[in-house]
């Protein structure tokens, strides 16, 4: 490889201690930072922007012995300074091309702060919208994740590391960490291996194959061994099977968190079984700089076990340049929020906005007046969602403020209705009843605010929280109809809302542009094209639900009757399902409405059977049926009917994401390779088995067009 040279040279000249230095990370600049840093003993700096970070970028590369230079990490994890939506929104957009632009504005913007590494993308399959990071994640799916996780990687590193606009990305939490036990962040995760190596790992495979920089352990203990000490996950898979020759980071303390999961009796036992492991840096925690010495001293872990790691750190900072080029990229800084950059804010807003429901009230007029209620119509922190360091109210152009640009102010009225989205104090109540019976529809922004979701914030009650509802109830009352917008880190149990109201726009947090990208769809600027990347469940009892489950022996009824939520029915069988709520999801993953109609027709294969190492094509012919011109994403699915492991009932494989104009036509065609059927046997080997399959071009992970074929020799 390129820099193996340079990098050799360099680590002949370093002592123990200096290489054990640029295996630890520390939060902030102070004085102690200072100094491990001018003596060579720190290898890498998170959470200091701007003159903090050149100053101490500085002090690595004009006063340190050799004068490595610092990683510098932050979390950019959805923009830097201009928002974009929370990864899960991103991912409902559908679009990768998108997705990889956003983090290529995010990483431009954050090389103008000094920042050389983020902690991005957060690839954790998420299957349970209790735990709140899930608003971090790319959903449920394995194969949408791993596109998406790769657009933000490609975005973040561009082609060559070494340009100024590029970062490098930080895979994480390597893994498993979305199957935290009911949904309690930081909780334990059982997940059988077949299960870990074709869901859970496959993410983070693509982003290795993508070259993502550096890869972080995770907090989570992994059938029975924290993945921050976890051998066969970090040095059997990651490092070995995968040839991974990039760097593992620790998450915050993870390290030493081993004593409290009970896997390490003290933090030199920690220090051990981290090394040991593979963890090559240790963020926060300090158990590598007080045991490593002794550790290689007294041969309990070897000097090659040290070089090995210290190789991982150096060769990602001459990846990205940083012994030519250490500083922040000047020219970046002047580029914050700049126009195109929320111009890209405002698209990916709109295309991450999922119509739920219509009752035939949406698009509206720009004539109309609206009353626009609820606690998040014009609050500029909350749109931007949980995990943000350096975007800024202040840049927020908030759903308020848009819709009286767009519709002028006489044709807005404005009652917020309740402070705050966890309030349950009605007092405004009836200041947003009267508002309502001014206009001609009502506008209402609900949802979650920011602190809702996100690390640490899990929730047990996955409805609308506070009085929403309520307020809710009291517009209804008034008889005009009422369009719900609902931003939110999760998904979120809606189907009381559903009935009470005209209309729904999922808007998860859609950051910066969160206004005018909400007020171009609900005006008809723009005609609403995301699709779910989870599924919605009825009642927080179905969790987790997610579209590629098993059938079970004994399946339910999957056109059966929508049971509304409590109410008992009389057993309707033995099947696998509940007696008080239906078993399918309020809103399947891949579901999403238009203000325009997509009819699907013509499925076609090019041949009903295909040999291994052949590729199947798949068309069919797509039509815009409505009125308004709009995206459509075109769904793929498999489903291997019989398995020497038994196999989910939908599998996707595929999405294009098309423009029709009204009565336009495409042929769609999707390429799917025998390769692309495959998955682990209990054996952990990956293969294709031979035998019939059912392939599905659909809107949704419900329905679609359906044929088969076959595999075989
Ligand atoms: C802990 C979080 O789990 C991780 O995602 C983040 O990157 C680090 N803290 C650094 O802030």
């Keep these: 490889m390129q820099y193996e040279q340079q990098i050799e040279a360099l680590l002949a000249q370093m002592t123990l201690a200096e290489k054990i230095g640029q295996m630890r990370q520390l939060h902030g600049t102070g004085e102690n930072q200072k100094n491990l840093v001018r003596e060579g003993n720190l290898g890498s700096v998170l959470n200091v922007i701007d003159a903090e970070a050149h100053e101490i970028q500085r002090l690595a590369v004009?006063?340190?012995?050799?004068?490595?230079?610092?990683?510098?990490?932050?979390?950019?994890?959805?923009?830097?300074?201009?928002?974009?939506?929370?990864?899960?929104?991103?991912?409902?957009?559908?679009?990768?091309?998108?997705?990889?632009?956003?983090?290529r504005v995010a990483a431009r913007e954050a090389s103008g702060a000094g920042i050389n590494w983020t902690f991005a993308p957060m690839i954790d399959i998420a299957r349970d919208p209790r735990w709140g990071r899930i608003a971090e994640s790319c959903g449920e799916d394995a194969?949408?994740?791993?596109?998406?996780?790769?657009?933000?990687?490609?975005?973040?590193?561009?082609?060559?590391?070494?340009?100024?606009?590029?970062?490098?990305?930080?895979?994480?939490?390597?893994?498993?960490?979305?199957?935290?036990?009911?949904?309690?962040?930081?909780?334990?995760?059982?997940?059988?291996?077949?299960?870990?190596?074709?869901?859970?790992?496959?993410?983070?495979?693509?982003?290795?194959?993508?070259?993502?920089?550096?890869?972080?352990?995770?907090?989570?203990?992994?059938?029975?061994?924290?993945t921050s000490g976890n051998e066969f996950t970090l040095r059997q898979i990651l490092k070995g099977e995968w040839a991974y020759a990039g760097m593992v980071v620790s998450d915050w303390a993870s390290i030493t968190e081993m004593i409290a999961h009970g896997y390490a009796a003290d933090a030199r036992d920690a220090a051990l079984k981290g090394v040991t492991a593979g963890v090559d840096m240790e963020m926060a925690s300090t158990s590598y700089a007080e045991y490593l010495a002794e550790l290689v001293e007294s041969g309990a872990i070897s000097h090659d076990l040290i070089d090995d790691a210290v190789r991982r750190v150096l060769r990602i900072k001459f990846r990205l340049g940083l012994f030519n080029q250490p500083y922040a990229n000047a020219a970046a800084a002047e580029t914050l929020v700049a126009p195109d950059h929320l111009a890209l804010a405002r698209q990916i807003a709109k295309e991450s906005c999922v119509l739920?429901?219509?009752?035939?009230?949406?698009?509206?007029?720009?004539?109309?007046?609206?009353?626009?209620?609820?606690?998040?119509?014009?609050?500029?922190?909350?749109?931007?969602?949980?995990?943000?360091?350096?975007?800024?109210?202040?840049?927020?152009?908030?759903?308020?403020?848009?819709?009286?640009?767009?519709?002028?102010?006489?044709?807005?009225v404005f009652a917020q209705g309740l402070a705050e989205a966890r309030s349950t104090d009605d007092g405004l109540f009836d200041e947003a009843v009267a508002a309502a019976q001014t206009a001609d529809v009502v506008l209402a922004f609900l949802?979650?605010?920011?602190?809702?979701?996100?690390?640490?914030?899990?929730?047990?009650?996955?409805?609308?929280?506070?009085?929403?509802?309520?307020?809710?109830?009291?517009?209804?009352?008034?008889?005009?109809?009422?369009?719900?917008?609902?931003?939110?880190?999760?998904?979120?149990?809606?189907?009381?809302?559903?009935?009470?109201?005209?209309?729904?726009l999922y808007a998860w947090h859609p950051g910066t542009m969160a206004g005018p990208a909400i007020a171009d769809l609900l005006f008809g600027l723009d005609n609403p094209s995301g699709r779910l990347p989870i599924s919605f469940p009825?009642?927080?009892?179905?969790?987790?639900?997610?579209?590629?489950?098993?059938?079970?022996?004994?399946?339910?009824?999957?056109?059966?009757?929508?049971?509304?939520?409590?109410?008992?029915?009389?057993?309707?069988?033995?099947?696998?399902?509940?007696?008080?709520?239906?078993?399918?999801?309020?809103?399947?993953?891949?579901?999403?409405?238009?203000?325009?109609?997509?009819?699907?027709?013509?499925?076609r294969l090019s041949s009903p059977k295909i040999?291994?190492?052949?590729?199947?094509?798949?068309?069919?012919?797509?039509?815009?049926?409505?009125?308004?011109?709009?995206?459509?994403?075109?769904?793929?699915?498999?489903?291997?009917?019989?398995?020497?492991?038994?196999?989910?009932?939908?599998?996707?494989?595929g999405f294009q994401r098309i423009a029709l104009e009204p009565g336009q036509s495409q042929e769609v065609t999707f390429e799917l390779r025998s390769a692309d059927l495959s998955f682990h046997n209990n054996a952990m080997q990956k293969i294709a088995e031979p035998g019939e399959f059912h392939v599905w071009v659909a809107p949704n992970s419900l329905g679609g067009l359906q044929a088969s074929f076959e595999l075989g020799a």
């Design 356 to 412: 739920l429901s219509n009752k035939e009230t949406l698009p509206l007029k720009q004539q109309t007046k609206v009353a626009i209620v609820g606690p998040l119509a014009d609050h500029a922190a909350d749109q931007l969602g949980c995990w943000v360091f350096d975007g800024k109210p202040e840049d927020s152009q908030t759903p308020l403020q848009a819709i009286r640009g767009l519709l002028g102010n006489e044709q807005v």
């Design 143 to 226: 194969y949408l994740a791993s596109l998406m996780g790769v657009a933000m990687v490609e975005g973040f590193q561009g082609d060559d590391l070494t340009a100024p606009e590029a970062i490098a990305a930080c895979a994480k939490h390597y893994v498993g960490y979305g199957a935290s036990e009911n949904g309690r962040d930081y909780n334990t995760a059982w997940i059988p291996e077949v299960l870990l190596r074709d869901v859970y790992l496959a993410p983070f495979q693509a982003a290795a194959e993508a070259g993502a920089a550096t890869f972080m352990s995770a907090f989570n203990d992994l059938n029975g061994v924290p």
């Design 611 to 653: 040999g291994f190492d052949q590729t199947l094509s798949i068309s069919a012919t797509i039509t815009n049926t409505g009125n308004y011109a709009g995206a459509e994403v075109v769904q793929l699915y498999i489903r291997d009917l019989v398995g020497s492991m038994t196999r989910p009932i939908k599998e996707l494989k």
């Design 538 to 603: 009825r009642t927080v009892g179905q969790v987790p639900v997610y579209y590629n489950r098993k059938n079970t022996g004994r399946p339910p009824s999957e056109d059966a009757p929508s049971i509304p939520t409590g109410t008992p029915l009389d057993p309707s069988g033995f099947t696998s399902s509940y007696l008080d709520v239906d078993h399918r999801p309020l809103f399947a993953f891949g579901y999403g409405l238009s203000y325009t109609t997509f009819d699907y027709r013509n499925i």
């Design 62 to 103: 004009e006063e340190s012995r050799l004068g490595i230079p610092l990683l510098i990490g932050r979390d950019v994890i959805h923009g830097f300074r201009t928002i974009f939506p929370i990864p899960l929104g991103q991912a409902a957009s559908f679009n990768p091309d998108l997705v990889r632009e956003a983090a």
């Design 447 to 504: 949802g979650e605010d920011a602190g809702l979701s996100g690390e640490a914030h899990s929730r047990a009650f996955i409805d609308l929280p506070g009085a929403q509802l309520a307020l809710v109830d009291a517009l209804v009352a008034t008889g005009k109809p009422v369009v719900a917008v609902v931003m939110a880190g999760r998904s979120l149990v809606l189907g009381e809302l559903q009935d009470k109201v005209q209309a729904i």
